[in-house]
């Protein structure tokens, strides 16, 4: 039975159970301003489930069970929106960083899990640029992003027991050496995540494409009218160019 790729599937659903009770609180490293009369959400129509699928990436490798969360400073301001709260600049401190969550297991004979320590982690788990540069976490970061370290990982722990413990927070720079932002969750690009050298696995690559369809205006294939990647310019079935208009009701997909 391959485990490692069996795990993760569980491991997704749990973190989505854990990121709908986040949704319900806001972060205490930002407290985001009450609702106004004439309030126009940043992102309308989009609620924090949208965002999830295209972040939250399982490591599949046999014998292994790991979950990586990219969370863009976009994800907190949608899960604001989402309970009729404004947030302002509240979040922007968060903006100087690439956040990400990880947790990493070895599957033991009998489904037991040796999981990798905070350090491990730290030392172990780089951010790699388009260029091919990589960065170590942050270990020195602002008192809001520390807050929000804080208020995960007890929720995480109650919500998936050793799991959640093992999980890591880290911090990233969000500009590549050349000044170029690295994880643009708007804009067209590629980065990486990048675990090595841990608990006997040689290496594991996630990479992460954007912009996310998510948070970007509908593309759609004027032949058949399915909704398509945003990261996508061609149809891959048609091989025609995309389109931004909405297609009929009747032929939506």
């Not at 600049?89 to 320590?117: H, S």
């Not at 970061?141 to 050793?162: D, F, I, Q, T």
């Not at 992460?208 to 945003?230: E, F, G, I, Q």
Request: with cysteine; glycine share 6%.
């Amino acid at each position: 039975m391959h485990t490692s790729m069996r795990n993760p599937v569980i491991v997704f659903l749990l973190f989505v159970v854990v990121s709908a009770a986040l949704v319900a609180q806001t972060p205490t490293a930002a407290t985001p301003s009450a609702n106004t009369s004439g309030f126009v959400p940043k992102f309308p129509g989009v609620t924090p489930d949208d965002i999830l699928p295209e972040t939250q990436f399982s490591i599949p490798v046999d014998g292994y069970v790991g979950l990586v969360w990219w969370i863009p400073t976009e994800f907190w301001e949608v899960s604001a929106q989402s309970r009729g709260v404004h947030a302002g600049k509240d979040f922007q401190p968060l903006e100087e960083y690439t956040t990400v969550a990880i947790f990493f297991g070895k599957v033991g004979t009998f489904g037991n899990f040796q999981f990798a320590t905070a350090e491990d982690l730290r030392k172990n788990f780089v951010l790699r640029d388009a260029a091919g540069n990589e960065y170590s976490s942050i270990r020195k970061v602002s008192p809001e992003a520390e807050g929000l370290a804080n208020l995960l990982k007890p929720m995480l722990a109650n919500a998936m027991g050793k799991m959640g413990e093992s999980m890591e927070l880290l911090y990233f720079p969000a500009k590549s050496k050349d000044g170029k932002p690295i994880a643009t969750p708007m804009q067209n690009g590629q980065f990486s995540f990048v675990l090595r050298d841990t608990l006997g696995l040689k290496e594991a690559v996630t990479l992460v494409n954007t912009p996310l369809t998510s948070l970007s205006p509908a593309k759609y294939c004027p032949v058949d009218h399915r909704k398509m990647s945003a990261s996508w310019t061609f149809c891959p079935w048609h091989g025609i160019a995309l389109d931004t208009k909405t297609p009929p009701a009747t032929t939506a997909k």
